[in-house]
């Protein structure tokens, strides 16, 4: 029996999309029919989400990539939005994340906010694990690429426990970000600031006080 499934593929890079085209069609199986639309950006994608739950033939398999532009109203200012609206429109569809980021927050943050049924780091990717991710997230999800795997075995394998403040505030400082500016990132004072720096100096056993160190520890335990 055939099996018919609906996808919308996101990426405002054409060819990369024509290159995710090819590989799904010439891999699929035997009794697998693809029906694949594209947007380029946030809007494009609304519509084609809204217009497939109005006919009700909704998508099966969303491949949302995190880098696009921001939507006309503001309101989505990546992917990582726009597969939030996805998870409302479409509950049921499955939801495969593209990215170029590859830094511990954002992966954290992804998997924490999408918890997407398959994640994969483009930097990772081949035409072979692309064909695999799709296969094993319509029968058997979830599939992660390598760098995925290797950042969640680090943070299971730590007994490290660090909340959603105290990760931003590391992932702040490895982009460089002064102390004095974090307040304004963090919507909380420089000494409630100060505070989780020294917390997070005796969580990572950093005795010397360096910003560089205490990147150095977190680095090592796949917390940045």
């Known amino acids: 029996m055939t099996q018919k499934i609906k996808i919308l593929m996101i990426d405002d890079h054409p060819m990369i999309i024509e290159g995710y085209q090819n590989t799904l069609q010439f ?70 994340i593209l990215t170029m980021f590859n830094e511990s927050f954002r992966i954290h943050n992804i998997i924490k906010t999408i918890d997407p049924e398959g994640f994969l780091i483009k930097s990772d990717l081949t035409s072979s694990e692309l064909a695999s991710a799709f296969q094993a997230v319509l029968n058997n999800p979830p599939f992660y690429s390598g760098t995925v795997n290797s950042y969640i075995r680090k943070v299971i394998s730590s007994d490290i426990v660090i909340d959603e403040k ?44 360096q910003d560089e160190t205490l990147l150095k520890e977190a680095r090592n335990r796949g917390f940045v």
């Not at 460089?176 to 420089?190: E, P, R, Y």
């Open 27 to 96: 891999t699929k199986k035997e009794n697998q029919e693809l029906f694949i639309d594209i947007a380029n950006n946030c809007d494009e994608a609304v519509k084609l989400m809204d217009k497939s739950v109005e006919r009700e033939v909704p998508y099966d398999i969303l491949f949302v990539d995190i880098s696009l532009p921001a939507s006309t109203d503001g309101r989505m200012t990546s992917g990582e939005d726009l597969a939030g609206y996805a998870r409302e429109t479409l509950p049921q569809a499955k939801i495969i």
């Open 166 to 209: 105290n990760r931003k505030i590391l992932h702040l400082l490895s982009q460089g970000v002064k102390t004095k500016n974090l307040a304004s990132h963090l919507d909380i004072s420089l000494s409630a600031i100060e505070k989780r720096k020294k917390q997070l100096r005796e969580i990572f056993e950093v005795h010397d006080g």
